[in-house]
């Protein structure tokens, strides 16, 4: 049955019962979840997965992520305010087709504190209903083995075996890559809602949402996109239905602005006629700052992406293993490796991710016009104390980790027989206890983990139902919706939100 179609070939107005405005990660489940009793119009900005094909291969992660930005690619590049690179997904099954794969679920904390009064019974099996669909566990490779050892003999147990649940210790998680590195994104929940009353639309870009002002709050009632030859459409729902934002971090608090919802003071300095006042509408912007120890392996590596987790209260540590063209330039002298180099470097990543974040910022339009040009947004990274005192944690814990067995077989051997690691990228700072050059060494070198969130925060700028607060039939589920990041990895909980929500959804209206 066909299902997806190219906004062009779409009717330039139509109804259904729910718009969701984003096929991402927490979009396709919900959408999939609420086509099992009423119509669904789900509008994607990028383009279907079948038409970037790398997308779903593992070992072809790393060049999706390379690849020159056309407008249509899927992983679209951005830069935060303060210099750090970063990614979003730009296709159907949104950022969980260009991400680790690394499936966890959410630790207790955040449940406590995301505002949220959850059924427990209910998060279980919507976690379940997504895991059962897409979610494996492969043999661990040698490198994630390794670390593996390496986090419980540097003393993050215990052993936790293999397991989903977030569980403080060392453990393997599962994957959205299967053992044959296939990747099952979001994408085919979809799979799972009933196709005949799903109509799913790519190169459809939302401008902005239609209220009606004829009740007490704003209603939506409805959106206009604009197709790949730039035409507008009108998409309406029915009585009883709604529209839901699912366009990710960036992408719905910058559709609430651009449809009239924010701080009034902005709203009017950008000419936005004002639907609703909101202040909180893309604050508390954050990002987990991730830091990263690169070695270069004195032997030819299989590349691996993550399959285990050291898991403390303060900080997450994850690794990888990837290969990298031979650059001669970047070998520090007094290494030599053997056996001879290889043509493509062999490289493992220990990664770092900070619990929380604690700092936050800000985001705003970068175009009134455009909804393709992303938003600025500043993170603040460790502007609160405390995000840069786990930071140093975790990194004194890499410095542990550097000094296990189960890693010392991954060193070079110098000229004079002496054995160290080769690092691609700064090494750790030499006296792991000077707390102020482990400082710098955090600052200096922060990268994102690319699990950015905020923006419109539940208490804040929706209710513990995801309603927008003040309007009616608008809701907002995806990672904008977060005070903190869900676990080590947010995919899980936010595809398990879409199916809780969509759910939920479901019962309230019966
Ligand atoms: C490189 C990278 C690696 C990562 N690795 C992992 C990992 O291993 N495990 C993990 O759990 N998490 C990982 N993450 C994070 C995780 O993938 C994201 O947090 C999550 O996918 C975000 O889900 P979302 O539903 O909030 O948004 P998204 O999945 O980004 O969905 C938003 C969708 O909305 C669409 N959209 C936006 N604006 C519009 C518009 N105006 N009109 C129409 N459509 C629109 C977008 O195209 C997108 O498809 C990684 C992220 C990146 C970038």
């Avoid at 490779?141 to 936790?160: C, H, Q, T």
């Avoid at 609430?256 to 950008?270: A, E, K, N, T, V």
């Amino acid at each position: 049955m066909k299902s997806v179609y190219e906004a062009n070939d779409l009717p330039l107005v139509e109804e259904y019962d729910y718009i969701v405005i984003g096929g991402g990660t927490a979009g396709c489940p919900l959408a999939a979840t609420l086509s099992e009793k009423y119509s669904v119009l789900l509008l994607e900005r990028g383009n279907t997965p079948k038409a970037h094909p790398n997308v779903l291969s593992a070992s072809k992660n790393m060049a999706t992520l390379m690849e020159e930005d056309d407008g249509d690619t899927p992983a679209q590049r951005f830069t935060s305010e303060e210099g750090v690179e970063n990614f979003r997904g730009r296709i159907l099954g949104g950022t969980s087709m260009i991400n680790g794969g690394f499936f966890s679920e959410a630790d207790n904390d955040f449940l406590a504190k995301s505002g949220v009064e959850w059924d427990l019974g209910e998060v279980d099996k919507a976690y379940k209903w997504v895991r059962d669909s897409i979610v494996s566990y492969s043999n661990l490779s040698a490198w994630n083995s390794a670390v593996k050892e390496a986090l419980l003999e540097a003393g993050i147990g215990p052993d936790n075996g293999a397991t989903t649940k977030h569980k403080l210790g060392t453990k393997q998680s599962g994957s959205t890559f299967d053992d044959q590195g296939r990747r099952h994104g979001a994408v085919e929940l979809l799979n799972n809602g009933d196709l005949k009353n799903l109509r799913i639309a790519i190169h459809a870009s939302v401008k902005r949402i239609i209220f009606s002002t004829e009740y007490s709050n704003p209603a939506a009632i409805g959106v206009i996109y604009i197709d790949r030859k730039g035409r507008s459409h009108k998409a309406f729902v029915r009585n009883k239905g709604e529209v839901i934002l699912s366009a990710g971090t960036l992408g719905s608090p910058q559709l609430l602005l651009l449809s009239g919802i924010g701080p009034q003071s902005y709203l009017s300095s950008q000419h936005i006629p004002l639907v609703h006042s909101q202040p909180n509408v893309g604050k508390f912007m954050a990002d987990n700052p991730r830091n990263t120890i690169n070695l270069i392996i004195p032997f030819p590596l299989q590349g691996s992406s993550g399959q285990i987790v050291g898991i403390t209260n303060d900080y997450y540590i994850e690794t990888f293993a990837y290969s990298l063209p031979f650059s001669p330039t970047k070998l520090p002298f007094g290494f030599y490796p053997r056996p001879l180099t290889p043509p493509q470097l062999s490289l493992g990543s220990i990664v770092e991710k900070v619990v929380g974040p604690l700092s936050t910022g800000t985001l705003w339009l970068a175009s009134k016009t455009n909804v393709k040009a992303t938003p600025h947004v500043q993170f603040n990274y460790f502007s609160n104390p405390i995000d840069l005192s786990r930071c140093v944690g975790a990194m004194s814990k890499f410095g542990e980790l550097l000094k296990t067995k189960s890693l010392d077989g991954f060193k070079y051997v110098d000229l004079n027989g002496v054995r160290d690691f080769m690092f691609l990228g700064p090494p750790l700072p030499t006296n792991l206890s000077d707390d102020s050059s482990m400082e710098d060494y955090c600052r200096s070198s922060v990268t994102s983990f690319w699990h950015y969130h905020g923006g419109c925060l539940v208490g804040k700028v929706v209710d513990e139902n995801f309603k927008v607060i003040g309007t009616d039939s608008l809701r907002v589920v995806d990672a904008s919706t977060f005070v903190m990041s869900p676990g080590t990895n947010p995919q899980a909980t936010l595809m398990m939100i879409g199916r809780y929500i969509g759910l939920k959804m479901l019962r309230e209206r019966t």
